[in-house]
């Protein structure tokens, strides 16, 4: 099944920023969504919109540190929709600081997120993808994947592991799954308010307000991921700010 119309599509911290963008697009090309985040509210709404510009979209709260929430989130597109064909794996955290502020719990927040988080919603999909031998599996990584950063450490950590975990996902996925990397630069969301280090939050924001492009543009890589035809797997793919080193 090629394109995306009719398609089911979970995705993960669908409340905000790269998440709502995708599936306010993903819903205008016909696919039904199933929307996981903690801000329940945010998804109520969002769906609400959805439903009143035609489409298709079912929410549950979903942490995605929580094993069990990532397969109630799979198991709602099962019990609506009698399938799932893609998993966006979009949650993520970014509380950056200098290693020296030593904000270890903090660094255990991105751990869990960005690299357990991922691993929770694989080990969710996974068996469902292999029941219906078909699946595919779309992830949000960052360009801090490829380039470390003062104060990026244990967040680049954590997306070279996403990378890693995916590549290993691609390889092992056989030629019935599909695996893709999606890597953005600066985006106009509320990324810079997760670091409680003021001078860092500071550099964020400015260079948000300067470069940053609007979420709409990642999950444009995003849909045009997902519509190629099933023999097409497009593995990875980085969006950033023309200005952006």
């Known amino acids: 099944m090629s394109g995306i119309d009719g398609k089911v599509v979970a995705i993960t911290g669908a409340s905000g ?11 205008e090309k016909g696919a039904r969504l199933v929307l996981g985040a903690r801000r ?12 009143k510009a035609g489409g298709t979209a079912v929410q549950t709260r979903t942490d995605v540190t929580r094993r069990d929430d990532l397969h109630a989130l799979v198991a709602l597109a099962g019990e609506r929709f009698g399938r799932l064909d893609v998993l966006v794996n979009n949650a993520g955290s970014g509380t ?21 988080g991922v691993l929770h919603g ?4 996974l068996p469902v993808f292999r029941a219906q ?17 003062p104060a990026m450490a244990v967040y680049a950590g954590t997306k070279f592991a996403v990378r890693a975990i995916c590549e290993g996902l691609r390889q092992e996925a056989g030629d019935s799954l599909r695996v893709t990397t999606v ?8 990324f810079a308010e ?27 890589a995003i849909a045009f991921a997902i519509e190629q035809p099933a023999t097409v797997d497009v593995n990875e793919i980085v969006v950033r700010p023309t200005a952006q080193n």
Do not use: C
């Open 183 to 190: 890597s953005p630069g600066a985006v106009a969301t509320d």
């Open 40 to 51: 329940s509210e945010r998804l109520a709404e969002l769906v609400a919109r959805i439903e």
């Open 194 to 220: 997760a670091s409680t280090n003021p001078q860092v939050r500071t550099q964020i924001t400015e260079m948000r307000d300067r470069i940053a492009i609007p979420p709409a543009a990642i999950a444009r």
């Open 122 to 125: 694989i080990g969710a999909a």
């Open 133 to 149: 031998g078909t699946g595919h599996f779309i992830t949000i990584a960052s360009t801090a994947a490829f380039r470390v950063a």
């Open 17 to 27: 920023g790269i998440g709502e963008a995708t599936a306010l697009l993903l819903a």
């Open 96 to 116: 950056i600081s200098p290693l020296d502020d030593l904000r270890v719990d903090e660094w255990d927040q991105m751990v869990d997120v960005n690299v357990k």
